[in-house]
């Protein structure tokens, strides 16, 4: 358990809150207060910040033709992947397909948006409207690789923030039923 962020308790802060408390300019150092499980007296633990690489999906081909894919985060990169993903899948013969975004905290908008938009034909994947009532769309993206394959979609109580926005649209366009 990370009790302190660089002198900082963190008593009362969400996971993301803590992330972003941790997160700072690669190379840059920060300092942690770590219970560890079964010890004693907590200790401090001083790390440089790196650029760390996820794996943000992951699948694999199930009996039935049927492909499972998770997708563990919203990253940079992720709807690239996801999109060589489907096209492989479908010279498979995939026939449908599980996507579990359980324990998925989420990740970037633009990528939540283009992942969406692989499902997606046409539409509103989200809006958002700031303190002054201004409204902003975000709309499907066009020519989705998987804007026909049969959908179910995994989510858990981790299923944070671009999980959310994207099981929301699938869910709103009919597009796929949500699990979870």
Do not use: C
Not at 54 to 61: G, H, V, Y
Not at 76 to 88: W, Y
Not at 91 to 105: F, I, K, S
Request: glycine share 8%.
């Amino acid at each position: 358990v990370i009790l302190e962020v660089d002198g900082a308790s963190t008593e009362g802060w969400s996971l993301i809150e803590s992330v972003i408390k941790i997160r700072g300019p690669e190379d840059s150092t920060v300092r942690l207060l770590v219970q560890h499980k079964n010890a004693g007296e907590p200790v401090f633990i001083e790390i440089v910040r790196s650029v760390i690489e996820l794996e943000s999906i992951s699948w694999e081909m199930l009996p039935g033709e049927i492909v499972y894919v998770e997708l563990s985060t919203f990253a940079d990169n992720t709807d690239e992947i996801l999109v060589d993903a489907i096209k492989e899948i479908g010279e498979l013969g995939a026939q449908g397909m599980v996507l579990d975004l359980r324990n998925n905290l989420g990740g970037l908008l633009a990528t939540t948006i283009n992942v969406a938009s692989q499902f997606l034909n046409d539409g509103l994947v989200l809006y958002a409207v700031d303190g002054d009532g201004h409204r902003t769309d975000y709309k499907v993206k066009s020519d989705g690789v998987a804007q026909n394959i049969p959908l179910v979609v995994l989510v858990n109580q981790f299923s944070a923030s671009a999980s959310e926005v994207l099981s929301g649209a699938l869910q709103d366009h009919e597009r796929a039923i949500i699990i979870g």
